[in-house]
């Protein structure tokens, strides 16, 4: 039997990350406004929804819950990506929330990008969350574009486009609408999507890393003509596991793999992904009581990258600023501290 290949185990690249501003104070000032700037986004999105209280002000609508799903370390995973609980052969209980993109909700047949966040249970307590999007890179270049582009994209989406070009220019309008284009393509279903972290997170004593989730195998079922993407995950999900591989591609050097860029991607050619886990959504059916009840307690629930131990915190600006907008948009939309 062949073995795998794994690159030889060595000493974490150095790497740094750069404040805005110059440093973390004004940063950390600047991202204050930045908050402010997505409550007023998660007003409007209120207001645009009739609804009598803030929701999440983005990924607001859930496609599935899932309460039970399981996480398996690569029995074979490359010594330097076994760090902490990610050890060979680990299976570690995982909640499962996929949804689309927009702050508002909507009947669910759009063009929309997608989400997927994972909750990973750990052994000693406590949680671990991965967040994706089904894109390899950002819209954004950073933190401030981020908020910018969230707040342009509110009211008549007719204009803005013509917003986007008078605020950002015609190259990074055109690099913006290519990336949210590409990203909410439509006919995939959601058990054959890929999700990548976009941003970068620290991986322990490897250093920084990007992950993808990606499908284990082929469906090769694709949602009916007037079938939502989340009617046809639950039609899959009631004959089938659904299975998606998690890869890491790890830091090189700030001109291949740079950590505050986060519009940037890092090259397949460049850095190889290697296995980490397989994550399995057992057969099931969503319909039922308990599987409705546990869908709608996991969608009550805030998730934050930042719901994760130190040594596996998310790295980069864009990363950074939704430590601070995350929370902010839980405390008001659940009436939490974030």
Not at 62 to 75: C, F, K, Q, S, Y
Not at 139 to 156: C, K, N
Not at 180 to 191: D, E, Q
Request: aromatic share 6%; net charge positive.
């Amino acid at each position: 039997m062949t073995q795998p290949h794994h690159p030889p185990t060595a000493a974490p690249v150095p790497w740094r990350e750069s404040f805005l501003g110059g440093s973390p104070q004004a940063e950390a000032a600047l991202f204050r406004t930045l908050a402010e700037q997505m409550r007023a986004v998660q007003i409007r999105n209120q207001q645009a929804s009739g609804q009598s209280r803030p929701g999440r002000t983005l990924h607001a609508q859930m496609l599935a819950g899932i309460v039970g799903a399981r996480l398996e370390v690569n029995p074979q995973i490359a010594p330097g990506l076994a760090q902490a609980h990610f050890q060979p052969g680990a299976v570690l209980a995982c909640d499962l929330r996929l949804s689309f993109a927009s702050g508002l909700a909507h009947g669910g047949l759009q063009r929309d990008m997608r989400g997927a966040a994972l909750r990973l249970h750990l052994p000693q307590g406590g949680a671990h969350e991965i967040l994706l999007t089904n894109f390899p890179v950002s819209h954004a270049r950073d933190a401030r574009q981020f908020v910018e582009i969230a707040t342009l994209m509110t009211g008549p989406k007719a204009l803005m486009p013509l917003k986007m070009l008078l605020r950002l220019g015609p190259g990074e309008t055109l690099r913006v609408l290519r990336n949210l284009s590409a990203a909410t393509g439509g006919g995939r279903g959601l058990a054959e999507e890929a999700f990548w972290s976009r941003g970068a997170l620290l991986w322990s004593e490897a250093g920084p890393v990007r992950l993808k989730l990606h499908p284990a195998a082929a469906v090769g079922d694709v949602p009916a003509e007037g079938e939502s993407v989340a009617a046809h995950f639950a039609r899959l999900l009631a004959s089938q596991d659904l299975a998606w591989h998690l890869s890491a591609q790890r830091y090189q050097d700030e001109t291949r793999t740079p950590i505050e860029d986060g519009c940037t991607g890092w090259s397949d050619a460049d850095v190889p992904w290697e296995r980490v886990a397989t994550l399995t959504v057992p057969r099931q059916d969503l319909g039922t009581p308990t599987a409705s009840a546990q869908a709608q307690a996991l969608d009550a629930t805030p998730f934050n990258p930042w719901h994760a131990p130190q040594a596996f915190r998310p790295l980069g600006n864009l990363n950074r600023v939704r430590r601070d907008i995350y929370a902010a948009s839980a405390q008001r939309w659940a009436g939490r501290d974030g």
